[in-house]
Structures are given as C-alpha cells and as structure tokens.
C-alpha cells in the first residue's frame, strides 16, 4: 500500500516530495480489506476440527476406561460354565445351581462358594445385576420378567458344532469386556483339535449311546465330536437327525466298532440308566470298543469338549 505524504525537510517552500510508505500487514492482525474468502472457509473448518477433538477428548476422560460388567449373573448351565471361563470370579455374583453339580458341570470345582440360583426372576433381581446371561430356551418368563425391569439379558444359542463354541465364546467375550481370554481359550481348543486330527488313524464306525438309548444323530455337537475323533457316527449314516432314540434291534443291528457312552451312567438310580444293563445291550457293550465320557464333556459345549475329542480318538486307536 503506497502514501503520498508531503516532506517537512524538502528544498525550499511550495515543493512537495512523493514518498512511498509500505505497510506490512502483522500475521496476527486482521486482513485491512476482509482476506481471501477461502482463506475464511480453512479457519472455519480447523475451529470445528477443534471443537470436535475436544468434545472426544472430554468424552474419553469422563468415560471409565473399562466398562466391563462388575455383577454379572447366569441363569443356565451352559451359560454358567463360559461365564466361569471367561469372566473375574469377583465380577461374578451368581450361577445357576447345576453348576455346583460335578455329574454335569465342567466347572464344578471352580464354583464352590459361589452364589447359586434356581433361574427365577426375582432372587436374580435382588442381586442387582448389570448383566445377565441366559440360554435360549431358559425359563421364558424370566427373562421376559428380567427384562421389563430393565436388565440387560444375553441369550446364547445351543452349541451344535465347534464353530458356534467359537461364536458363543467371541460374542460373550465381547459382551464381558474380556476378548484377550476369548481368543485365548478359542486358540488353545483349535490348537488341540488341530493336534488329534494329526494322530488320526483308520476309520471306524461308531454310535453314542446315552440313558434310555439316546443318541446323538447328523447335526449335533456330539457328531462332530465323533467325526473329530476320526470316526463315522452310526446314528448319521442311518438317517437320524439332532438327538433321537435307538430302540434295542437298532442297536444290535447296527454292529457300531466303538460305543461311546456317559461315565458311570448307573451313579445315580433311574429308569433311563437302568435301560443300558440290558443283558442284550450289555451283551453289545462288551463285544465292543467302549468309551466312558464324562457327562460334563457333552452336556453343553464349550472349549472344553475338545476333552470328548481327545478320549475317544485314544481309546478308538
């Protein structure tokens, strides 16, 4: 910018000099004539680029830095025993009572002292959870009854193959804040599926059979658990889907090479344990490769019933 200022010192009187004065905007004064208009527009948006990062960053120190869920509940067996694997004990302020109960829980041991419940809305209620965890077809109303009190209620499917043991572990890891042990434990399963798969030997026939003959046909964890082990399910190959009974000629008839039954079947008296001391059925068993499992390895699925895996394919070698 250029001025015309008259000289105070120039030779003799009446004469003007011209002299150029510029002037140098400061870089933190305003612009003398408005600036650039995108100029503006970069300003605007770097102020709300601003004002964004300090609205996170407020957000992100008012927000706990875990928000795992520190009352978490189960209300189901097969629930409970992820819960025990995956959660802190000190997070945890109840289990449903067949937890407790060694003949069918994986977990057994490490629940004593534990709070235990009979899957009933108001005792868990009482406890103030900040999570439930159900099993789809756990008592109905008390889920529904749960959750019009406003607890949050996860349900999880039955597992029916070790792809949905690693769903259910990966969904409920997440839902527990607890994801480095879900990877862990799905890591160390396939690890071990991997291991048995490389000891497979010859194929053979095979056939579950539980109290009040039982079995466990195409679609079921427990064909899978057979077909891991380097055998063929029986009930399969003869058409039998999800869980169906044998009758006695079914059993005779279809000459299984290993039959896999519940450990100990008898401990407790029934009617439906007493059905496998069958002379006919005993007379089958023993002209046979038997396998005893536990019933905790196939009562519910979890990264546990690799174990299942594990004791029939060494028994069936």
């Known amino acids: 910018m250029s001025l015309r200022l008259p000289s105070l010192h120039g030779r003799g009187r009446g004469r003007v000099i011209t002299r150029t004065v510029r002037h140098e905007p400061s870089p933190l004064s305003p612009p ?6 995108r100029n503006r527009a970069r ?3 770097c102020l709300a680029l601003l004002i964004w990062f300090t609205i996170v960053l407020l957000w992100a120190v008012a927000t706990p830095l875990s928000a795992k869920p520190q009352r978490i509940a189960s209300i189901n067996l097969c629930t409970d ?3 025990v694997l995956l959660a802190e004990r000190s997070a945890i302020v109840s289990l449903y009572r067949s937890s407790a109960d060694p003949a069918f829980s994986f977990v057994a041991g490490q629940v004593r002292g534990m709070h235990l419940n009979r899957g009933l809305a108001e005792e868990i209620m009482a406890l103030k959870p900040d999570l439930v965890v159900a099993g789809i077809f756990t008592a109905r109303p008390a889920v529904a009854l749960l959750r019009r009190h406003g607890v949050k209620v996860i349900e999880l499917p039955l597992a029916d193959s070790f792809d949905s043991i690693r769903r259910q572990i990966e969904t409920l890891a997440a839902e527990l804040g607890e994801e480095h042990r879900g990877r862990q434990l799905i890591g160390e399963m396939e690890r071990r599926l ?3 798969a490389l000891g497979a030997g010859r194929v053979r026939s ?3 059979v539980g109290p009040n003959l039982f079995t466990n046909g195409r679609a079921t964890l427990f064909d899978e658990v057979l077909s ?3 055998l063929r399910n029986v009930a399969a190959e003869q058409g039998l889907t999800g869980f169906a009974r044998l009758d006695l000629e079914q059993l005779v008839r279809s000459s299984p090479d290993v039959i896999v039954v519940p450990e100990d079947p008898g401990r407790r008296p029934s009617l439906a344990a007493e059905r496998l001391g069958h002379p006919a059925i005993r007379h089958v068993l023993n002209e046979r490769t038997l396998v005893s499992i536990p019933s905790a390895l196939w009562s519910c699925g979890g990264p546990f019933t690799v174990e299942a895996v594990e004791k029939i394919a060494k028994a069936a070698r």
């Open 32 to 37: 003398l004539q408005g600036g650039d208009p």
């Open 43 to 45: 300003k605007r948006t």
């Open 81 to 83: 025993q992820l819960v």
């Open 194 to 196: 991997a291991s048995v």
């Open 206 to 208: 095979a056939l579950a």
């Open 228 to 230: 891991r082990a380097g």
